[in-house]
């Protein structure tokens, strides 16, 4: 089954800690997004790889970090500088014709 | 990235009724994406438009894409409870770039 899978489902961090959140993709997609969403709101783009090995700032970068070794895994880590992380984090990997989405991690510091 | 408005935030609409959602932009747009987001889910994606003028219909869905390609609308007919949930539009600004999701049109359908 081609798909996206992001993991864990339900995250809760402590203040401070940094997380990572995973994100694998089977579809042999090159690019690959996440997005953050807020209760009630749209989303927000985080960051974006169009290749392996490359990727770019979104619209709201900053306390957020990713990397891109395989065309497969795009891991997002939130950073102890994200001073409002509780959201839902949105993965998803793209051809030109739509965006499959993962079904999303809430996260939730405690 | 590509701004866009949606119109109307929310949408209470009675059960068999027809309603539309608007999507406008103050830029000329390369394509337009439609995604559908039940309660607690996540975005599906529904429809792709792109030549000026553009109307697909996918059952009781009828979307369009405007002549100068700034704005689009989704039109429902006959709501059912299974429409419930949030509905997003999604420009691109040149293809391939990444997309740019409006605030979406919340819908609530009254039995």
């Known amino acids: 089954d081609g798909g996206i899978t992001q993991s864990p489902k339900y995250l809760f961090r402590k203040e401070g800690q940094n997380v990572t959140l995973s994100c694998e993709q089977n579809?042999?997609?090159?690019?690959m997004y996440w997005y953050r969403q807020d209760p009630g709101q749209g989303l927000r783009l985080i960051y974006y790889?169009?290749?392996?090995?490359?990727?770019q700032k979104g619209d709201i970068a900053e306390g957020y970090s990713v990397s891109r070794e395989k065309k497969e895994s795009f891991p997002l880590t939130v950073t102890s500088a994200q001073k409002n992380p509780t959201a839902f984090y949105l993965c998803?990997?793209?051809?030109?014709?739509?965006?499959?989405f993962g079904s999303g991690t809430r996260l939730t510091v405690v | 990235g590509q701004q866009v408005m949606q119109i109307p935030q929310y949408q209470h609409v009675q059960e068999g009724e027809d309603f539309t959602t608007y999507c406008n932009s103050s830029?000329?747009?390369?394509?337009i994406q439609w995604y559908k987001q039940r309660p607690g889910g996540h975005p599906v994606f529904l429809i792709q438009?792109?030549?000026?003028?553009e109307v697909k219909k996918q059952k009781r869905l009828t979307f369009q894409f405007g002549e100068a390609k700034k704005n689009s609308s989704l039109h429902i007919t006959a709501t059912q409870t299974t429409d419930v949930g949030t509905y997003f539009c999604?420009?691109?600004?040149?293809?391939?770039?990444?997309?740019?999701f409006g605030g979406g049109t919340r819908v609530l359908v009254k039995p």
């Open positions: 999604a420009p691109q600004g040149a293809a391939g770039n990444k997309l740019t």
């Open positions: 438009l792109v030549k000026s003028g």
């Open positions: 830029t000329t747009l390369s394509n």
């Open positions: 579809l042999n997609h090159d690019a």
């Open positions: 998803a990997s793209a051809t030109n014709y739509g965006y499959t």
């Open positions: 790889s169009q290749i392996v090995n490359d990727f």
